[in-house]
């Protein structure tokens, strides 16, 4: 596990960019793996929890989170589809999840778009907000985790599950593992 802190800027930036998403779904509902509701979290806590993860795992990578041709913190839905691609430089696609040691999940998008799927959790609680730090817990290309993968309980055939344990080493994505 890698944890990555950010700095003021970088989490002014992330709450920039949630209230905008919070703004711009408005009315508009998730996939039920998005849920807020389930994790007891707002919309804006729920964004910012991901945004930060993106950031860190952008950081760790030494990517420049503001680059547009690299990260898009925020996308109009008008363009959302068009836009449609993994969450970091069109490869890595980061996964937050609520509990350190909940499994990543991979999804046949990820497997189309042949992603780095990025496992990550922010540590964060109802009383005192989330702190400026994400642990980046371990990766898997989404084709070998679609492969060895199983299928979670909430799956309807689009969604496969791995345990922490076995994810690769976060620093092999820098070592060049992942390209």
């Known amino acids: 596990m890698i944890i990555v802190p950010l700095e003021k800027e970088e ?41 930060a993860a993106e950031v860190a795992v952008c950081k760790f990578l030494g990517l420049d989170y503001m ?35 909940n499994p990543l999940a991979i999804r046949t998008k990820d497997v189309k778009a042949k992603a780095i799927v990025v496992h990550t959790y922010v540590p964060h609680s109802l009383k005192t907000g989330w702190e400026k730090k994400v642990h980046i817990n371990g990766w898997v290309s989404a084709e070998a985790g679609w492969t060895f993968g199983t299928e979670p309980s909430w799956g309807k055939g689009d969604s496969r599950v791995i345990p922490v344990r076995s994810l690769l080493d976060p620093n092999e994505l820098l070592r060049g593992s992942a390209a």
């Open 11 to 51: 989490v002014e930036q992330v709450r920039a960019w949630a209230v905008q998403r919070t703004e711009e779904n408005k009315g508009h509902s998730d996939i039920p793996e998005y849920d807020h509701r389930r994790f007891y979290l707002t919309p804006l806590q729920n964004n910012i929890l991901g945004l």
């Open 67 to 101: 680059d547009q041709d690299v990260y898009l913190g925020f996308v109009p839905r008008e363009r959302y589809a068009e836009l449609k691609q993994p969450d970091i430089a069109g490869r890595y696609e980061v996964r937050s999840v609520r509990k350190p040691d």
